[in-house]
């Protein structure tokens, strides 16, 4: 293997409400990015993707990432970090200028994004994401790049994605304790878009939904541009608690019977396949019929799959979404889960995994790990950004070229 360029190292670092992601990755030509280092660790202190417990947290991502570092040998010393949470909202702005010198150039472009995202944001909510749709250049609408464009006066649509102050700072509390530094913080759901979409989906429209253990986060794009995001604070630990409950089975177990023997869709499952249901305060286990079991899922996946349609339908993007819908998160590696979703949303469906990845691709090829690679797919975007606008690199990420403390 070629030696390593550290300069080049991202990390990201995912606290999902069941599972702590922590990944690192060397920046490639070509969008591509090597997983140097994974490490995961159950995640306690988490509730619906919010912060519970400080310490348990925080001790829950020092495992992680000593994981990470382990395999990657190397020390963390900053990274980009996931949030999600039923407090993430989102809302879409516009601004206008007047060009300054007849032609738009990158100052006009700062100008139009800044008067666009000025609007009144309350004190107690933070602003995560300005992303610009489109502008328009007096009557030229829909222009992605008016850089060189003649004009008089620009517009800018924006995308503003703004979460709870307080509950960021949770999170960064956790970081600080397990001595890591927060460079930026990125939706969930938009890093996983940047993992698992084409540019012909971004294009043609598309909703990527990440459902994981206590939230279903979705973004929409249409035309290249997003225009919805939003979190459902409701996910797979639903169902697992169902099962339990119906089954008076302790939800470890419920747990470990929803992954390995669980079907989305009941017709999928034969009444004749049986398994074992362990019971609670020491009774002996029970036999039960596997299509039973789909019987208690189904209608779970169903009020899933309902909530987020119902989501886009309130968007009012339903029509613009052509290239259908692209799961994420580990609730999707349910059995029938693609089925059951392609039958509700009437729309094509497909799992999304990390692409443009080289390395340590075993680890990570897995619908859960599209946030975490797909902050590192954000972050080298945000810095090919920079480095084509000419920018300073250290404006994005605090110290991009001293995040690591050298190796072990
Ligand atoms: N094969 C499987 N079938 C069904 N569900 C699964 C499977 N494997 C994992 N899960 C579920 O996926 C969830 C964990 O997924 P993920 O790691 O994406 O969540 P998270 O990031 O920890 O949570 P969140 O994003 O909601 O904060 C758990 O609820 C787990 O039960
Ligand atoms: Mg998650």
Redesign the pocket.
């Known amino acids: 293997m070629s030696k390593i360029d550290e300069s080049n190292l991202v990390v990201g670092l ?1 606290i ?4 702590i992601k922590a990944v690192i990755g060397e920046m490639l030509d070509n969008h591509f990015v090597s997983i140097v280092g994974v490490g995961t660790y159950p ?1 306690k202190g988490m509730d619906k ?1 919010g912060v519970n417990d400080l310490n348990l947290v925080t001790q829950s991502i020092q495992r992680a990432v000593n994981e990470m570092e382990l395999m990657a040998d190397c020390k963390a010393s900053s990274v980009l970090m996931a949030i ?1 949470g039923r407090h993430v909202q989102c809302q879409n702005e516009t601004g206008m200028v007047a060009i300054n010198n007849a032609e738009v150039d990158q100052e006009d472009i700062d100008n139009v994004i800044h008067t666009a995202r000025s609007v009144p944001i309350p004190a107690e909510r933070r602003m995560l994401h300005v992303l610009p749709q489109e502008y328009t250049v007096d009557v030229q609408e829909g222009v992605k790049n008016p850089i060189g464009m003649s004009g008089v006066r620009m517009n800018a649509n924006i995308h503003i994605i703004t979460c709870a102050e307080d509950m960021a700072k949770n999170y960064i509390k956790c970081t600080d304790r397990a001595e890591l530094v927060v460079d930026t913080m990125v939706f ?1 759901a938009l890093a996983a878009s940047y993992s698992v979409l084409t540019d012909d989906e971004r294009e043609l429209g598309v909703c990527v939904v ?1 459902i ?4 279903m986060d979705l973004v929409i794009y249409s035309n290249g541009a997003i225009r919805h995001s939003a979190v459902i604070p409701v ?3 639903q169902i ?1 608690g169902d099962i339990a409950k119906i089954f008076r089975t302790p939800v470890n177990n419920a ?1 470990a019977l ?2 390995r023997h ?1 079907c989305a869709l009941k017709d999928m499952v034969s009444i004749e396949d049986t398994i074992n249901v362990p019971s609670v305060g020491g009774r002996p286990a029970r036999t039960m019929s596997r299509h039973t079991l789909a019987e208690v899922i189904e209608p779970r996946y169903q009020e899933l799959f309902e909530l987020i349609h119902e989501e886009i339908k309130a968007s009012g993007l339903e029509e613009q979404i052509a290239a259908g819908i692209v799961l994420t ?3 999707v ?2 059995e029938g889960a693609v089925e059951f979703a392609e039958e509700i949303f009437q729309m094509p469906v497909r799992i999304g995994t990390p692409n443009n990845i080289k390395g340590l691709t075993d680890y990570v090829n897995d619908p ?1 790990f599209a946030v975490a690679i797909g902050l590192l797919q954000y972050g080298r975007q945000s810095i090919e950004e920079q480095v084509s606008q000419k920018l300073p690199t250290e404006s994005i990420f605090n110290r991009i070229k001293s995040w690591f403390k050298g190796e072990f």
């Open positions: 995912d999902g409400t069941s599972n995640a993707g999600t969930s990440d994981g253990a206590g939230t996910a797979g630990n697992t747990e929803k992954v669980a998160g580990g609730t590696k349910m859960s």
